[in-house]
């Protein structure tokens, strides 16, 4: 087969807010993107569309990252893609960005909510990870997106940051396993940001906004544009010695 032409990332959650950023991104400096969404399509569709629109090749799968018993049929698929859309048998970057937010005090957390995250942030991370092995290339890159709150804390948010402390320390452990393969491991770990996650708290409440931004050392809460390119840049050969690292993208938030 023919080698591709270009690095190929997996985004998960890539359809929308920061993932779509990350896919755009990585687009942008010559990477071509497959992306999964979980169920809006459309939006999908139209993110692959904007990533063809900069000269590079695209494709669009659904998954839900909470049902590990998916993976192994996700990954026929993600074979298949590989195959038909990018004459490739392998892909360099897995981004494993799809997620979703429970606010709620630690007395009130029920248990339903806890194994979502626990499902979605943790054990779907480590999973679709493990199955992506035999696809990953040797001197590929694997990008954990973490939050700013495994650093400080913020009542509210003890089970959700519970599930990114868990990646954070997971992330360490790909790169020291996975380094004999050339793989590099590294999290990202984003501030507030004006997206519609959890609500769009950040982004459409006035006063949450002020808030953030008064405990912010640059003044205001985070864009998706803060945060897309940092990823992209970790897929450059230019971050080939970063690695097991927690890079946080906060613009200085609680220092």
Same mark, same amino acid.
């Given at each position: ?138 001197? +590929?890159? $694997?990008?954990?997106?973490?939050? %700013?709150? /495994?650093?400080?804390? @913020? !009542?509210?948010?003890? *089970? #959700? ?29 984003? +501030?507030? $940001?004006?997206?519609?996650?959890? %609500?769009? /708290?950040?982004?459409? @409440? !006035?006063?949450?906004? *002020? #808030? ?44």
């Amino acid at each position: 087969m023919t080698p591709p032409s270009s690095k190929i990332a997996l985004v998960t959650g890539g359809s929308r807010g920061l993932g779509k950023n990350m896919a755009l991104s990585l687009a942008r400096q010559g990477t071509d993107v497959i992306l999964t969404y979980h169920s809006k399509q459309d939006e999908a569709a139209a993110t692959v569309a904007e990533i063809t629109a900069l000269g590079r090749k695209a494709a669009a799968l659904q998954l839900n990252t909470a049902a590990v018993k998916s993976f192994e049929a996700f990954y026929t698929q993600v074979s298949a893609a590989l195959r038909d859309t990018f004459g490739a048998e392998g892909f360099d970057f897995l981004i494993n960005n799809a997620g979703t937010g429970v606010h709620a005090p630690f007395a009130e957390t029920q248990e339903a909510d806890f194994d979502e995250l626990f499902n979605i942030h943790f054990k779907g991370v480590f999973f679709l990870t493990q199955k992506a092995l035999p696809l990953l290339r040797d001197g +590929g890159r $694997i990008i954990n997106i973490s939050s %700013g709150l /495994a650093r400080f804390s @913020n !009542p509210g948010y003890s *089970a #959700y940051a519970s599930m990114k402390g868990a990646v954070e320390v997971f992330t360490r452990y790909l790169a020291k396993e996975l380094g004999g393969r050339g793989i590099a491991a590294n999290v990202v770990a984003p +501030g507030a $940001i004006e997206t519609d996650f959890g %609500g769009g /708290a950040v982004r459409d @409440n !006035p006063q949450v906004n *002020a #808030y953030l931004a008064g405990a912010t050392a640059l003044g205001r809460v985070g864009l998706p544009d803060d945060i897309g390119g940092v990823v992209a840049f970790l897929c450059t050969e230019e971050a080939r010695w970063i690695n097991g690292q927690r890079l946080e993208v906060s613009g200085g938030m609680n220092l």
